[in-house]
């Protein structure tokens, strides 16, 4: 199905109201971390489901959806990355890699990223150098230093955590607030594997920390173990 194809039936899909609601969850107003950004106004699960109908798209029918000016348009190119990436062979799942990599501009809200990095970066990366992991968490661009982090989401999974203890000590005093919650969620996806990892790095770095990061890396704490940490007694 050409791209032009998918667009009508989205455009058929399109929810006003929906669309309206996404725009202000996902701030898309002026100055905010979504700026200008457009939505057509449908659900996820739809957007999923038409995933699994169109899972044979070419590469570059996703290309041109990846680029669109629509937030679930690129969206619904990013699910179909992520399934091409998990059946395609050797070879396919580099394809996919790189062009993930070459359209970094158009991942460029956190649903998007987090749909997306750690099925495609992160799991390209396991067995590889985890150079571009660094590379992107020294970005200027907030998008591109959260596919950084969560990325690592992969690797924590695979009781992996060096990588993202590293990339948490470079995002640690980063500016902005979605990364403070992307690091302190990996943060806490490593205590739940291996809760005297996650101390150890705190207990150095707490201190260090945005109010928020430790608040999301600590969450799952004792209610006064979380009490001595916010407090900075520990």
């Known amino acids: 199905m050409a791209y032009s194809e998918i667009h009508n039936k989205f455009k058929e899909l399109a929810d006003p109201a929906i669309a309206e609601h996404s725009q202000r969850f996902f701030k898309t107003g002026r100055g905010e971390y979504g700026d200008g950004d457009q939505f057509l106004g449908i659900r996820v699960p739809v957007i999923r489901a038409h995933v699994r109908k169109f899972r044979q ?14 937030h679930e348009e690129r969206l619904f190119a990013l699910l179909l990355l992520v399934k091409k990436f998990e059946k395609g062979s050797e070879s396919e799942r580099q394809a996919v890699y790189r062009l993930y990599l070459e359209n970094t501009k158009h991942v460029n809200n956190w649903d998007l990223v987090d749909s997306s990095a750690p099925y495609i970066v992160g799991s390209w990366l396991e067995t590889r150098n985890k150079a571009p992991l660094y590379r992107l968490a020294r970005s200027v661009d ?12 992969h690797l924590i999974r695979k009781n992996s955590f060096d990588d993202a203890l590293q990339i948490s000590l470079l995002l640690k005093r980063d500016p902005e607030d979605l990364i403070h919650k992307a690091v302190g969620w990996m943060l806490r996806e490593v205590g739940k594997r291996d809760m005297a990892v996650e101390t150890a790095f705190l207990k150095e770095h707490y201190k260090e920390m945005p109010r928020t990061m430790l608040r999301y890396a600590i969450e799952r704490f004792p209610e006064d173990e979380r009490k001595r940490y916010l407090k900075g007694l520990e």
């Open 57 to 70: 798209e070419s590469m570059e029918e996703i290309r041109k959806l990846l680029s669109s000016r629509f």
């Open 142 to 153: 907030l998008w591109e230093r959260r596919i950084a982090i969560m990325s690592t989401f």
